[in-house]
């Protein structure tokens, strides 16, 4: 890309200085020659008014050390007089454009070039009053003579622009792209490094993006240290478990306990396992989510009735309320977000506790609030518990069935609903955590 910018400035800068060069030459000759026009009209006038008749002229003209030629051409067109040439050595002159011209509008000019003199020759014709032509010529520099003289002078300058322009390309592409370059090589010192202003919103975008993909391969390597950590604790009782009757050192009464142990251990690598793998489900896009008129009020009550005889097991009330809210969601994920909540309300609740789902309308928006009367969560996890495995309580959790994953769920479902999550909690008296969606029907 440097070679390529700098190879561009280059040419660029060459064809301005060929196209600079060949315009001055022009425009210097084209004044040059308008200089030589006018200093011609300014001779043929003085010899004009200088003369009388033709003998006059060889008075003052012939053998008199004048660098301009004088013709004098009668009117058929034959020169009477030539200071250069003699008389009658010269062919007839009445088509000659300067003459035709002369003879039209009292006086005429034309500019023709002689290879052999490799001049041009200025030709200026004035009609005199007795009918004749008076007609002074010169020889002047050509434009290649021109050119040919100033060329070396102009190439010298053009050779030096043309180096200036080099080290200055080079100066310049140095400084375009020494910041992208020494990013490339690491892309963690974009304050340290000197860039210009058009840089900073690209960079601050591949900065983020750099700081993103870090960060996901970081939580990548946690959940996967995480899930192997997890899935080793019950398999490890398992195997023992199923080693001790192996060996039948257990004896039949604890068979049958041994037996429930691997049972309730093997359960709860399902239960791990399945949230494993709905996580990855909803992180790799593969779901997706098909969102209908869903009636929120609905997938409440009968996750409430679904639940009744876990919070009978718990000792606690679970109700429902509110009314008939339609919101734009995939019905499968509200019925997994409600269940989490509630399953939560009841598991981290005190016997003799209530938990409340509440479905109802906040000006616009539909919410869905799940309230309980359980040990609640202090102020420094509140915001931790929806990452994944994070469990304030970790035994009871595990004692309850838990996976540390329920409320990471919960906030992706929240989050693809394009709904917001609302927490409050205090400790020993309650949590109530609200899913606030986007916008909905109440009836
Ligand atoms: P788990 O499977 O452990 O319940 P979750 O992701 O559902 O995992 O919840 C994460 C943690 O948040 C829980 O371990 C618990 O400590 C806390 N938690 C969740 N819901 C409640 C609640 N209603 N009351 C108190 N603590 C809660």
Known sequence: MKKKINTYLLFTVFLTLMATLMIAVAIFHHMYREQVIEDMQTYSYVVKNLITSEEDLQGKFVDHEVDMRITVIGENGEVLFDNEAGEGVLDNHAQRPEIVSARDSGEGYSVRHSDTLEQDMYYYAVMLENGKVLRVSKGASSIWRVFKSTMIGLAGIAVL????????????????????????????????????????????????????????????????????????????????????????????????????????????????????????????????????PVNLYDIATSCVEMLQLSAENHGVTIASHGFRCIVQADKGMMEELVYNLCDNAIRYNNAGGRVDVTVSMRGSRVYLSVKDTGIGIQEKDQERIFERFYRVDKSRSKLTGGTGLGLAIVKHIVAQHHAELELTSEVGKGTEITVLFPEGIGA
Do not use: W
Request: proline fraction near 2%; aromatic fraction near 6%; include cysteine.
């Open 161 to 292: 622009m043309f180096i200036l322009c080099m080290v200055l390309a080079r100066y310049l592409t140095e400084n375009l792209i020494r910041p992208i370059e020494r990013l490339a090589g690491n892309l963690g010192e974009m304050e340290e490094i000197d860039t210009y202003e058009e840089l900073v919103p690209f960079l601050s975008t591949i900065q983020e993006q750099h700081k993103d993909i870090m960060k996901g391969a970081k939580m990548r390597q946690e959940f996967t240290a995480n899930v192997s950590h997890e899935l080793k604790t019950p398999l490890t009782s398992i195997s023992g478990y199923a080693e001790l009757i192996e060996t039948g050192i257990a004896g039949e009464k604890e068979v049958s306990r041994f037996a429930r142990e691997i049972h309730r251990n093997s359960d709860r690598l399902l239960t791990l396992i399945n949230d494993i793998i709905r996580l990855s489900e909803l992180d790799s896009d593969m779901t997706q989510i098909s969102c209908t």
